[in-house]
């Protein structure tokens, strides 16, 4: 499997069941969230959700407050999707090493 789609697998796992598990417990739809940001459609909470993008970090702080999401929650499954992808990168990088 490719990195891009190993490290949209990870986003899909980390962020997105974060996202949509928080946003679910919070009794919020994608539209919603989608209004409360300005967006003109859910697709774009749709997109985060299934790993397809992730939010733009200057909307984390209104997702945190509209989905009463503690900030070093968030920060914390930032950090670990973070963390996740550089394991990723380290190890596609061994792996270009080791064929020389």
């Not at 919020?28 to 985060?48: D, G, K, P």
Request: net charge positive; hydrophobic share 40%; no cysteine.
């Amino acid at each position: 499997m490719k990195a891009e789609l190993i490290e949209q697998d990870l986003r899909k796992k980390i962020v997105g069941k974060f996202l949509r598990e928080r946003r679910v417990k919070a009794g919020l739809t994608q539209m919603e969230v989608a209004q409360e940001l300005r967006y003109s459609t859910a697709q774009f909470i749709s997109n985060w959700e299934r790993g397809i993008s992730m939010p733009p970090m200057e909307t984390l702080p209104k997702l945190s407050n509209m989905m009463k999401i503690p900030p070093r929650d968030f920060i914390d499954v930032m950090s670990k999707y973070q963390e996740q992808v550089l394991k990723l990168n380290k190890k596609e990088l061994l792996g270009l090493f080791k064929t020389r």
